[in-house]
């Protein structure tokens, strides 16, 4: 006699954007394993497909539903059901275009309202609702409610620690998408932490949209500023490393800048966005500093730390931005000697101030610019690495690596290095001899 098992059903989540996305990506994975559902090893095989998107630029927008065609296409062709659902910043911030453009996706849930992902499956299915779309902005009820239980990580985790932005860069979507700024209580982050670190956790990487503008309430009921809550993880037993992303220029004070030599687990590395090296720039952006200024930030930063790695993110082709500006963008990376760097052309989004801005620079300007600014960038970066051959660091191994006995990982500086090793494991921090560099990468063995 044949028993008739039921298939279980899968699920597969596709994350765009940032940080933050991959880490509510994890957390509605830990939702849904809660709920009894299982993970499919590609989307062709789910019964549940959910994208969580991101809209920072157009080009991400458009991925989105050019992948959502191609799967509707290919469950066409296999006769397969699958049920779609969109959550993060395209939810959010796109939610009309979504629902015209994609009547077929049932579920759609903003950034601020992935715990529901798990019930809304259910209800779906269970066919008690056809549709349903949740774009609330509230970020602490998001905290409150996701799931408790948290499934596997690997050794290096982040942790958002902070939502949103009240910043309003001319050309930025953030505060539309996530919302305006919100902060977790520390004794939340606290604990979070003890989790990810009883899963094996050895470097926790704390997020934020402006990490450095963190102000969460503390165990004593004060308010607590980044600062305080990494002296806090510090005194975790078994963290090995910490190191928080993104920070704003504005934001960098002098007891953050110490804090990178007081604390010894935290990294000597910061992604500290510039996005463009001219004042009149910088002005349109409403980014609330002039180069100068962020030259003196980086300044304090090594006063402490002289061997602070700095990285960024630039945007060329800004509106109004002229030939005079873009090269002093370039002469501030001159200055600053970057250990990496992202660039992007503008890309003008619906309803931000600077899309209605009158002098849009060309496109054929703007990948001009990209072009010079990237080969720039790539030429610090490999600069950067290339210091480092015949010296030693300190490198997180977090997985094997692509041949026999070596292992991969992450150096103080954020730096990838594959190691040639034994008698070491995933989760150690070894000393490494480097012998050599690639563009992107670093190899060394495992110093005696
Ligand atoms: N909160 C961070 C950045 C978040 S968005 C900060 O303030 O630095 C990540 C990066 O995307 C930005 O640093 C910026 O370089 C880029 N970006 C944001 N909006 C953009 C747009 N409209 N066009 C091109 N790049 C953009
Ligand atoms: Fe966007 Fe500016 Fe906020 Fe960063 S600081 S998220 S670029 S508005
Ligand atoms: Fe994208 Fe939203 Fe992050 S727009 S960059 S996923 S905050």
């Known amino acids: 006699m044949k028993i008739q098992t039921e298939r279980p059903t899968r699920f597969f989540i596709k994350s765009y954007g940032c940080q933050m996305n991959s880490y509510d990506t994890q957390r509605m994975e830990d939702s849904l394993l809660e709920a009894g559902y299982k993970k499919a090893n590609a989307i062709e095989d789910a019964d549940v497909a959910v994208f969580n998107t991101c809209c920072i630029r157009e080009k991400a ?10 799967l509707r296409l ?5 006769g397969g059901d ?3 659902a969109v959550t993060g910043c395209i939810s959010q911030f796109q939610r009309e275009e979504l629902l015209q453009r994609a009547p077929y996706v049932a579920i759609i849930l903003g950034p601020q309202d992935i715990q529901q992902i798990a019930s809304g499956v259910r209800e779906v299915m269970r066919k008690d609702r056809n549709k349903i779309i949740a774009t609330t902005m509230n970020a602490g009820d998001k905290f409150r409610r996701l799931s408790r239980n948290f499934y596997a990580r690997n050794v290096s985790e982040s942790l958002t620690i902070q939502e949103g932005c009240d910043n309003f860069c001319t050309y930025c979507v953030v505060p539309f998408s996530r919302g305006r700024g919100f902060s977790r209580p520390a004794v939340d982050v606290i604990s979070e932490a003890k989790k ?7 470097e926790i990487i704390l997020l934020g949209q402006n990490v450095n503008s963190y102000s969460g309430e503390g165990s004593d009921g004060k308010t607590w500023n980044l600062h305080r809550v990494l002296l806090e993880l510090a005194q975790l037993d078994g963290l090995k490393r910490l190191r928080y992303i993104t920070s704003h220029p504005k934001d960098i004070d002098e007891n953050m800048a110490k804090a990178h030599s007081d604390i010894d687990i935290l990294a000597p590395s910061i992604h500290l966005p510039v996005q463009s090296g001219s004042d ?6 409403n980014r609330r500093y002039s180069a100068d200024e962020y030259l003196k930030c980086v300044e304090m930063l090594r006063k402490y730390r002289p061997d602070m790695a700095v990285s960024s993110d630039f945007i060329v082709g800004f509106p109004g931005e002229t030939e005079t500006d873009f090269q002093r963008t370039l002469r501030l990376i001159e200055e600053v000697k970057f250990s990496q760097g992202y660039s992007f052309k503008y890309s003008p989004r619906p309803n931000t101030a600077a ?8 496109e054929s300007i703007k990948s001009e610019r990209l072009k010079v600014l990237q080969a720039l960038l790539n030429r610090q970066q490999q600069e950067f690495n290339h210091n480092f051959v015949g010296k030693r660091l300190n490198v997180l191994l977090t997985k094997v690596g692509k041949h026999k006995n070596q292992l991969s990982g992450r150096s103080e500086y954020s730096q990838a290095v594959s190691v040639c090793a034994t008698n070491v494991a995933i989760g150690d921090i070894v000393s490494v001899m480097v012998t050599g560099a690639a563009s992107y990468s670093l190899l060394g063995a495992v110093a005696e």
């Open 61 to 70: 927008g458009e991925k989105l539903f050019s992948d959502l065609g191609r």
């Open 74 to 78: 290919l469950k066409e062709k296999s």
């Open 82 to 84: 699958c049920l779609i």
């Open 196 to 202: 990810l670190m009883d899963l094996g956790v050895k």
């Open 280 to 285: 009149d720039v910088l002005a349109k952006m």
């Open 355 to 362: 899309a209605k801005m009158e002098d849009q620079t060309p």
